[in-house]
């Protein structure tokens, strides 16, 4: 077919691009936070008797809402009003999954920032110089475990709310799909589990959390099949959607080579979380040791950033029908 | 039933014929702008983006500086060239109106001629300089030696300069590069022209239109096209000849790609087929035609077959076509077309057409052709004396006995050149772009150089423009006033132009222009008295039409002028020797010429070449809107056509870049070839009009390629003199 | 209230985009931006051939995915059937583009509104009909009331067999298309 067009739009023809890195990068550190948000919860709640490893029991929730906020900043970079971004909170839009992530992150904030207060040792405190902001913290620290479980289920409804947004966009097939959410979820945890592994101190946390990861990272791959035949599966948009991931084609070529370092990345982090669990061990971590849990958490970082940035490129690649 | 007010509302919309919203009847720009509440102004006006010379309303309003801005364009609903529509173009007019690289202040020539370096001056400045040098050349070699070019409204203006001057050298490309054969050889055959301005086709209520090129679609004159559409709609049968799938052929219920060059023979087989198959109108003809019996024995030997293999036509559709016309005449025609100067052998082609029509008795028939108009308008020159007689004969014509009025360009041309019989040192231009719009346009340079002056009255730095030694620049058609404009459609009227908004920079209208050079050459006499449109009101008063309608609608008809078809109390008067269609032309055989058109085959491209055809685009009219923002924007270069098997055979893809070569090794810019199903082999298409190399023209400049460059070769038809411009051919290189 | 809706016969569209310009400078719509458009296909092999020309814009969707992806409001249905954008609340954050599955909107370069064809509802507020509708050469487009079952669009949807864009994504478009091809006669 010969096809003409005039009086196209730059920014949707001859393929879409509405979002670009600055969105993939706010999605993937948005799940990164609510899956440290829950991860160092279940740290916090698998030991009644207290923090298992101060260092991440504290450091994690106070990291959670700067990450968040650094993502949030990116997300702002990427409107092109900035400035009237008051309205979001001028509005409750039941059905828009954009107002519901927006008052979702604002009903989050606090709770995150009370739990990283409540989660501060005294020799943190300590140092605080602001005595309200001190003596607040030290009034928050027996609703501990209450914050922890909220954090637990605020971290998963952030996690999966970024795959929401993008899954409620019926347009876009590749995105359409419900089990995006689940898929974003899971690579959201598996990532806050991923940067325990690297900020814990103790070797019993990190093993903890490495087993932990082990299985978030089956369950990541199990879905992204599953996402992917679900699509295969479907509707022609649907099918044709996920082509660019299993093209060689020089236009598609950075959406294979995604899956490419997904499929190996995230197995060889299995691998290497596998050695690791099942190897000798000592109470002290070996030097390999360490390099061999950083190594495959880092790898887990990777795979999951990569998982938002093919989707948001690759997503917008995809629609119905087109010219027929 | 309860019949509300609003239910009467909607009735009474429905019953004149639209839906519930309608936009706001126009009555007059006054009631208009009231009705409104006055924060705008109406200025019912004339377009000038191309030279259909529809009815506009501006509307203008004033901008947050207080200043007045037009703000949109609409066409005039009263006006019959526009029916309240506008096209790409003229919507665009704006743009050409607010364009930055307009000519803003009169300049003066400081460097070589051609490199573009002017000082700007004043207005009495630049008048005195051209008077001086006008009379200077007029001193040594006479006033002949002084030619003008133009097309579109300046002309007019420039014309009485000129000929109160005593010169005839007058020439518009309007002729013998676009539509002067169609007219010469409709005259030679029916004694009319098949069109003044507006061609005379009652396609809206036709059965079987037949378009040889005329790609209408692409051919964006408004009205005509909007009554295409409404034949499209009412599902009337399209057969288009074109060698090219073009937007017109993408309507049609049969398209024809004929081999270029070939119509004629296609147009004397079907003339052959009615005859012999009894499909003509012959009581038609008996009544209002001599010379059957010559056609028909001269036609015998265009037989289907013999055409099939001429025209690269499947046999059955060239007969098919013969008797859809001869079925559903006389309300069928082959569309007259007007870019006609194709091969240098157009107007037997012409003549072939003008035929068919007048044996299908299409002319002054319901879906044919309608009658011209009644209602004649006296001419009217303000009081001016009499021209004077010139010493010396215009050039224009050169050698052809059947070229008309309007001058032959290239051969003012050809005698600035050669000075034979006389040297002709001075050029006005005014509105035309000779490089772009005359074939061999390295010839047109060759002339330019030989001139001692060189005139540009015009809008925009375009190259012709800035190779002139004095520049006037005039102000766009929505700051000025021009007419009246006989208008000549199914009925007889007549429209205006007058300015939207008071001239921008230090331009001026080419009335005024014309008239000042005028009084700087002694010649008040001819000189505007006072003011244009003071001017205009004598004239509507001669006229017999109220100056104030007129102002006020834009467009006033002549009662009782339409007569389009043919009755027992209108009939028909054929201005030709016999007082009859002569399908048997007693003039051109007075002259040696075929006086029944003959097929004469046109050389065909050689191994490797292609050749060069172009056509419009809908959203440009030739090189003068390329720059116009509005319009840029929708087609910023153009494409080379280029079939896709072809392609394919020289490794050539779809939206890469290719030079191309011409038979003289003149070679193009790269430009963008478009791979498709949707032209012949032999043959290559290009949108004319690009490529322009003013750097002035920021937008223009270097975007595409022209075609003109590549026409170094023209075949000068021998009866009426237009240049034949499709005779070149090209090659493809790929290296770009 | 009435219920606008726009006919589209593909058959009479010239491609002229004489529509396109209209829309431009009615709406003072950016410099290599667009509300219309016109989509040109041609299918098959020389000499056979079939072209489908039709103008598109906003489809003024009754489920329409941009309103409900919208965050803050902006962009948000009315009652006479047209989805409107309000610029003061816009956010720019694009969603609605990319929740729009006929490509339709735009970002305004210079603030950063998200915009698109509105109906021309200024103009239907004076009783007018839009722009590239008053304009349209080929008369390919028309315009009017659904509710008003004497209105032209009313007739042409009763008469004849229609379709709209994309249906299998359940927008439930108010531009209807007639026609696809031109009557073969
Ligand atoms: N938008 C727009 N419209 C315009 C103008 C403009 O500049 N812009 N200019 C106006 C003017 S002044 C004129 S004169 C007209 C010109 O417009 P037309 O009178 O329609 O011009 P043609 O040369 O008849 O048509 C060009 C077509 O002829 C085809 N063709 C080429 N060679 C041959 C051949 O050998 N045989 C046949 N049968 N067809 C062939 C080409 O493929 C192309 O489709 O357009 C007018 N309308
Ligand atoms: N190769 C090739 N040659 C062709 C054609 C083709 O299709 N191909 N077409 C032929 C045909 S059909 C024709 S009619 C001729 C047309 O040839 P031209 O009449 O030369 O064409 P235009 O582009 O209209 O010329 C316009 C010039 O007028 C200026 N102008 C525009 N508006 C105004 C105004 O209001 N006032 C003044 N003073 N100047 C103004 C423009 O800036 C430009 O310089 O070309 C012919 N030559
Ligand atoms: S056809 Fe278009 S450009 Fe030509 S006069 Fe009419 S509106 Fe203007
Ligand atoms: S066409 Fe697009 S922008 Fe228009 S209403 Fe439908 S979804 Fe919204
Ligand atoms: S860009 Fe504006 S209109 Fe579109 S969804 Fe965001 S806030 Fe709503
Ligand atoms: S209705 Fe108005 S805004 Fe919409 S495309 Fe037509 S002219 Fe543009
Ligand atoms: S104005 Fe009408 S005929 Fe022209 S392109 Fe637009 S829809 Fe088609
Ligand atoms: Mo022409």
Same mark, same amino acid.
């Given at each position: 077919?010969?096809?003409?067009?005039?009086?196209?739009?730059?920014?949707?023809?001859?393929?879409?691009?509405?979002?670009?890195?600055?969105?993939?990068?706010?999605?993937?550190?948005?799940?990164?936070?609510?899956?440290?948000?829950?991860?160092?919860?279940?740290?916090?709640?698998?030991?009644?008797?207290?923090?298992?490893?101060?260092?991440?029991?504290?450091?994690?929730?106070?990291?959670?809402?700067?990450?968040?906020?650094?993502?949030?900043?990116?997300?702002?970079?990427?409107?092109?009003?900035?400035?009237?971004?008051?309205?979001?909170?001028?509005?409750?839009?039941?059905?828009?999954?954009?107002?519901?992530?927006?008052?979702?992150?604002?009903?989050?904030?606090?709770?995150?920032?009370?739990?990283?207060?409540?989660?501060?040792?005294?020799?943190?405190?300590?140092?605080?110089?602001?005595?309200?902001?001190?003596?607040?913290?030290?009034?928050?620290?027996?609703?501990?475990?209450?914050?922890?479980?909220?954090?637990?289920?605020?971290?998963?409804?952030?996690?999966?709310?970024?795959?929401?947004?993008?899954?409620?966009?019926?347009?876009?097939?590749?995105?359409?799909?419900?089990?995006?959410?689940?898929?974003?979820?899971?690579?959201?945890?598996?990532?806050?589990?991923?940067?325990?592994?690297?900020?814990?101190?103790?070797?019993?946390?990190?093993?903890?959390?490495?087993?932990?990861?082990?299985?978030?990272?089956?369950?990541?791959?199990?879905?992204?099949?599953?996402?992917?035949?679900?699509?295969?599966?479907?509707?022609?948009?649907?099918?044709?959607?996920?082509?660019?991931?299993?093209?060689?084609?020089?236009?598609?070529?950075?959406?294979?080579?995604?899956?490419?370092?997904?499929?190996?990345?995230?197995?060889?982090?299995?691998?290497?979380?596998?050695?690791?669990?099942?190897?000798?061990?000592?109470?002290?971590?070996?030097?390999?040791?360490?390099?061999?849990?950083?190594?495959?958490?880092?790898?887990?970082?990777?795979?999951?950033?990569?998982?938002?940035?093919?989707?948001?490129?690759?997503?917008?690649?995809?629609?119905?029908?087109?010219?027929? | 039933?309860?019949? /509300?007010?609003?239910?009467?509302?909607?009735?009474?919309?429905?019953?004149?014929?639209?839906?519930?919203?309608?936009?706001?009847?126009? *009555?007059?720009?006054?009631?208009?702008?009231?009705?409104?509440?006055?924060?705008?102004?109406?200025?019912?006006?004339?377009?000038?983006?191309?030279?259909?010379?529809?009815?506009?309303?501006?509307?203008?309003? @004033?901008? $947050?500086?207080?200043?007045?801005?037009?703000?949109?364009?609409?066409?005039?609903?009263?006006?019959? &060239?526009?029916?309240?529509?506008?096209?790409?173009?003229?919507?665009?007019?704006?743009?050409?109106?607010?364009?930055?690289? +307009?000519?803003?202040?009169?300049?003066?020539?400081?460097?070589? +001629?051609?490199?573009?370096?002017?000082?700007?001056? /004043?207005?009495?400045?630049?008048?005195?300089?051209?008077?001086?040098?006008?009379?200077?050349?007029?001193?040594?070699?006479?006033?002949?030696?002084?030619?003008?070019?133009?097309?579109?409204?300046?002309?007019?203006? *420039?014309?009485?300069?000129?000929?109160?001057?005593?010169?005839?050298?007058?020439?518009?490309?309007?002729?013998?590069?676009?539509?002067?054969?169609?007219?010469?050889?409709?005259?030679?055959?029916?004694?009319?022209?098949?069109?003044?301005?507006?061609?005379?086709?009652?396609?809206?209520?036709?059965?079987?239109?037949?378009?040889?090129?005329?790609?209408?679609?692409?051919?964006?004159?408004?009205? &005509?096209?909007?009554?295409?559409?409404?034949?499209?709609?009412?599902?009337?049968?399209?057969?288009?000849?074109?060698?090219?799938?073009?937007?017109?052929?993408?309507?049609?219920?049969?398209?024809?790609?004929?081999?270029?060059?070939?119509?004629?023979?296609?147009?004397?087989?079907?003339?052959?087929?009615?005859?012999?198959?009894?499909?003509?109108? $012959?009581?038609?003809?008996?009544?209002?035609?001599?010379?059957?019996?010559?056609?028909?024995?001269?036609?015998?030997?265009?037989?289907?077959?013999?055409?099939?293999?001429?025209?690269?036509?499947?046999?059955?559709?060239?007969?098919?076509?013969?008797?859809?016309?001869?079925?559903?005449?006389?309300?069928?025609?082959?569309?007259?077309?007007?870019?006609?100067?194709?091969?240098?052998?157009?107007?037997?082609?012409?003549?072939?057409?003008?035929?068919?029509?007048?044996?299908?008795?299409?002319?002054?028939?319901?879906?044919?052709?309608?009658?011209?108009?009644?209602? $004649?308008?006296?001419?009217?020159?303000?009081?001016?004396?009499?021209?004077?007689?010139?010493?010396?004969?215009?050039?224009?014509?050169?050698?052809?006995?059947?070229?008309?009025?309007?001058?032959?360009? &290239?051969?003012?041309?050809?005698?600035?050149?050669? /000075?034979?019989?006389?040297?002709?040192?001075?050029?006005?231009?005014?509105?035309?772009?000779?490089?772009?719009?005359?074939?061999?346009?390295?010839?047109?340079?060759?002339?330019?150089?030989?001139?001692?002056?060189?005139?540009?009255?015009?809008?925009?730095?375009?190259?012709?423009?800035?190779?002139?030694?004095?520049?006037?620049?005039?102000?766009?058609?929505?700051?000025?006033?021009?007419?009246? *404009?006989?208008?000549?459609?199914?009925?007889?009227?007549?429209?205006? +132009?007058?300015?939207?908004?008071?001239?921008?920079?230090?331009? @001026?209208?080419?009335?005024?222009?014309?008239?000042?050079?005028?009084?700087?050459?002694?010649?008040?006499?001819?000189?505007?008295?006072? /003011?244009?449109?003071?001017?205009?009101?004598?004239?509507?008063?001669?006229?017999?039409?109220?100056?104030?309608?007129?102002?006020?609608?834009?467009?006033?008809?002549?009662?009782?002028?339409?007569?389009?078809?043919?009755?027992?109390?209108?009939?028909?008067?054929?201005?030709?020797?016999?007082?009859?269609?002569?399908?048997?032309?007693?003039?051109?055989?007075?002259?040696?010429?075929?006086?029944?058109?003959?097929?004469?085959?046109?050389?065909?491209?050689?191994?490797?070449?292609?050749?060069?055809?172009?056509?419009?685009?809908?959203?440009?009219?030739?090189?003068?809107?390329?720059?116009?923002?509005?319009?840029?924007?929708?087609?910023?270069?153009?494409?080379?056509?280029?079939?896709?098997?072809?392609?394919?055979?020289?490794?050539?893809?779809? %939206?890469?870049?290719?030079?191309?070569?011409?038979?003289?090794?003149?070679?193009?810019?790269?430009?963008?070839?478009?791979?498709?199903?949707?032209?012949?082999?032999?043959?290559?298409?290009?949108?004319?009009?690009?490529?322009?190399?003013?750097?002035?023209?920021?937008?223009?400049?270097?975007?595409?390629?022209?075609? &003109?460059?590549?026409?170094?070769?023209?075949?000068?038809?021998?009866?009426? %003199?237009?240049?034949?411009?499709?005779?070149?051919?090209?090659?493809?290189?790929?290296?770009? | 209230?009435?219920?606008?809706?726009?006919?589209?016969?593909?058959?009479?569209?010239?491609?002229?985009?004489?529509?396109?310009?209209?829309?431009?400078?009615?709406?003072?719509?950016?410099?290599?931006?667009?509300?219309?458009?016109?989509?040109?296909?041609?299918?098959?092999?020389?000499?056979?051939?079939?072209?489908?020309?039709?103008?598109?814009?906003?489809?003024?969707?009754?489920?329409?995915?941009?309103?409900?992806?919208?965050?803050?409001?902006?962009?948000?249905?009315?009652?006479?059937?047209?989805?409107?954008?309000?610029?003061?609340?816009?956010?720019?954050?694009?969603?609605?583009?990319?929740?729009?599955?006929?490509?339709?909107?735009?970002?305004?370069?210079?603030?950063?509104?998200?915009?698109?064809?509105?109906?021309?509802?200024?103009?239907?507020?004076?009783?007018?009909?839009?722009?590239?509708?008053?304009?349209?050469?080929?008369?390919?487009?028309?315009?009017?009331?659904?509710?008003?079952?004497?209105?032209?669009?009313?007739?042409?949807?009763?008469?004849?067999?229609?379709?709209?864009?994309?249906?299998?994504?359940?927008?439930?478009?108010?531009?209807?298309?007639?026609?696809?091809?031109?009557?073969?006669?």
């Amino acid at each position: 077919m010969e096809l003409s067009i005039t009086g196209a739009n730059a920014i949707t023809y001859p393929v879409m691009h509405v979002w670009d890195w600055r969105v993939a990068v706010y999605l993937f550190l948005g799940g990164m936070s609510g899956g440290l948000m829950s991860m160092s919860a279940i740290n916090y709640i698998r030991s009644k008797k207290g923090p298992v490893d101060s260092a991440c029991s504290w450091q994690i929730p106070v990291m959670a809402p700067i990450i968040l906020a650094i993502g949030l900043f990116f997300l702002n970079l990427d409107l092109s009003r900035p400035f009237h971004a008051f309205w979001f909170y001028l509005a409750f839009k039941p059905v828009s999954p954009m107002s519901w992530g927006a008052w979702l992150v604002l009903a989050i904030f606090p709770l995150m920032i009370l739990y990283a207060l409540s989660a501060l040792p005294n020799a943190v405190k300590a140092k605080i110089k602001h005595a309200g902001l001190r003596g607040f913290a030290d009034k928050m620290q027996p609703h501990l475990l209450k914050l922890a479980k909220a954090n637990f289920l605020a971290g998963i409804l952030l996690a999966i709310y970024t795959g929401i947004l993008l899954s409620s966009l019926v347009a876009r097939p590749l995105w359409n799909s419900a089990i995006l959410p689940i898929l974003f979820l899971c690579s959201g945890m598996s990532a806050g589990a991923a940067v325990m592994i690297m900020v814990a101190k103790t070797k019993e946390t990190k093993l903890f959390f490495t087993k932990v990861d082990i299985w978030l990272i089956i369950a990541e791959l199990t879905i992204l099949l599953l996402f992917f035949y679900g699509h295969y599966t479907g509707d022609a948009a649907h099918r044709q959607a996920i082509m660019p991931f299993f093209s060689t084609s020089h236009d598609f070529f950075p959406y294979f080579l995604s899956i490419v370092i997904i499929g190996v990345a995230l197995p060889l982090a299995i691998v290497l979380k596998f050695l690791e669990v099942t190897g000798e061990h000592t109470d002290e971590l070996t030097a390999s040791g360490l390099m061999l849990m950083n190594a495959s958490a880092v790898l887990v970082l990777i795979g999951s950033a990569i998982i938002r940035f093919a989707m948001v490129y690759a997503g917008q690649l995809s629609g119905y029908g087109g010219y027929m | 039933m309860a019949f /509300s007010r609003r239910n009467f509302l909607k009735y009474a919309a429905m019953s004149a014929g639209g839906a519930a919203i309608v936009d706001t009847p126009f *009555f007059s720009a006054r009631a208009r702008a009231e009705a409104e509440g006055g924060t705008a102004r109406y200025v019912p006006t004339s377009c000038e983006m191309c030279f259909w010379k529809c009815g506009v309303i501006a509307k203008v309003q @004033k901008n $947050k500086d207080g200043v007045d801005e037009v703000v949109k364009l609409e066409g005039n609903p009263l006006h019959p &060239q526009s029916l309240g529509k506008l096209c790409a173009r003229g919507q665009a007019g704006i743009g050409q109106l607010y364009d930055p690289d +307009r000519l803003k202040r009169p300049m003066i020539r400081t460097g070589e +001629r051609g490199d573009g370096k002017y000082k700007e001056v /004043s207005w009495e400045e630049a008048l005195s300089y051209t008077a001086e040098n006008l009379k200077k050349i007029i001193e040594k070699h006479g006033p002949h030696s002084i030619a003008m070019f133009s097309h579109g409204s300046p002309g007019d203006y *420039f014309t009485n300069l000129l000929s109160a001057l005593g010169s005839g050298n007058i020439s518009f490309p309007s002729f013998s590069q676009c539509k002067g054969i169609r007219d010469a050889t409709w005259e030679l055959t029916f004694g009319h022209k098949p069109a003044t301005s507006c061609e005379r086709v009652d396609m809206r209520n036709s059965r079987v239109i037949v378009l040889f090129g005329t790609h209408l679609g692409e051919n964006m004159h408004n009205s &005509q096209n909007q009554e295409f559409s409404q034949a499209v709609g009412n599902g009337a049968k399209i057969i288009c000849v074109d060698p090219r799938y073009s937007t017109a052929a993408s309507k049609a219920s049969m398209w024809l790609p004929i081999k270029p060059g070939t119509d004629t023979a296609l147009l004397l087989t079907w003339i052959n087929i009615l005859i012999s198959e009894d499909l003509y109108d $012959k009581a038609y003809i008996e009544q209002y035609a001599t010379g059957f019996d010559q056609l028909k024995e001269a036609v015998k030997e265009y037989t289907p077959e013999w055409c099939a293999k001429e025209t690269d036509l499947p046999e059955a559709n060239i007969v098919e076509a013969a008797r859809e016309l001869g079925r559903y005449a006389p309300s069928v025609m082959i569309h007259p077309g007007r870019h006609v100067s194709w091969y240098g052998n157009d107007t037997q082609r012409v003549r072939a057409m003008a035929i068919i029509n007048a044996l299908l008795g299409s002319w002054g028939r319901k879906g044919g052709l309608y009658l011209p108009p009644k209602g $004649k308008f006296p001419s009217y020159n303000d009081g001016a004396p009499e021209y004077p007689i010139p010493d010396e004969d215009p050039v224009i014509k050169g050698n052809y006995p059947f070229a008309g009025g309007e001058g032959l360009t &290239q051969v003012v041309r050809d005698v600035t050149i050669t /000075s034979d019989p006389y040297p002709i040192k001075a050029w006005i231009i005014a509105g035309t772009d000779l490089l772009k719009a005359l074939p061999a346009p390295a010839r047109t340079r060759e002339a330019i150089s030989k001139l001692d002056f060189m005139i540009a009255v015009d809008i925009m730095p375009a190259e012709t423009v800035m190779m002139a030694d004095v520049i006037l620049p005039e102000c766009t058609y929505l700051e000025r006033h021009d007419g009246l *404009f006989k208008i000549e459609t199914r009925e007889s009227g007549v429209s205006l +132009r007058q300015p939207a908004i008071e001239p921008m920079y230090d331009t @001026k209208p080419a009335w005024w222009i014309a008239s000042e050079l005028c009084k700087k050459m002694g010649l008040d006499d001819y000189a505007v008295k006072d /003011s244009w449109e003071e001017r205009m009101k004598r004239q509507a008063k001669a006229w017999n039409v109220s100056w104030e309608t007129l102002a006020d609608k834009g467009y006033v008809s002549i009662p009782d002028s339409a007569a389009p078809y043919i009755t027992p109390e209108n009939q028909p008067v054929f201005k030709t020797p016999s007082g009859k269609i002569e399908l048997y032309s007693s003039k051109l055989e007075e002259k040696h010429f075929d006086p029944i058109p003959k097929y004469e085959p046109t050389e065909q491209p050689g191994e490797g070449m292609y050749r060069l055809v172009y056509g419009r685009s809908p959203v440009h009219t030739f090189s003068r809107t390329i720059n116009t923002p509005f319009l840029w924007e929708l087609m910023k270069e153009n494409e080379l056509w280029l079939n896709k098997k072809e392609a394919d055979r020289l490794g050539v893809k779809h %939206g890469q870049r290719v030079r191309l070569e011409n038979q003289d090794k003149v070679v193009s810019a790269p430009m963008l070839v478009k791979a498709t199903e949707r032209i012949r082999r032999d043959c290559v298409y290009m949108v004319h009009g690009f490529g322009h190399n003013s750097p002035r023209l920021s937008k223009a400049h270097h975007s595409g390629v022209d075609d &003109q460059e590549l026409i170094t070769h023209y075949k000068v038809d021998p009866i009426c %003199g237009g240049t034949g411009m499709r005779v070149n051919f090209v090659k493809i290189i790929k290296e770009a | 209230m009435p219920r606008y809706v726009m006919v589209i016969d593909q058959s009479r569209c010239i491609g002229c985009m004489a529509c396109v310009a209209a829309c431009k400078r009615e709406n003072n719509v950016p410099m290599e931006h667009f509300r219309t458009r016109v989509v040109e296909m041609v299918r098959g092999e020389f000499p056979q051939l079939r072209t489908e020309m039709r103008s598109e814009l906003c489809n003024h969707c009754d489920h329409a995915p941009c309103v409900s992806i919208c965050p803050t409001g902006a962009s948000h249905k009315q009652k006479d059937g047209t989805v409107q954008i309000n610029r003061k609340k816009c956010v720019g954050c694009k969603a609605c583009i990319a929740a729009c599955p006929y490509d339709v909107r735009y970002i305004h370069p210079e603030h950063g509104w998200a915009d698109k064809c509105s109906f021309c509802q200024h103009r239907l507020k004076e009783g007018k009909e839009p722009a590239c509708v008053a304009t349209c050469i080929g008369r390919s487009r028309m315009f009017g009331d659904l509710d008003d079952p004497n209105s032209e669009v009313s007739h042409l949807l009763r008469e004849n067999s229609w379709r709209v864009l994309k249906p299998e994504v359940g927008t439930q478009p108010h531009v209807y298309y007639i026609n696809q091809f031109p009557r073969k006669s």
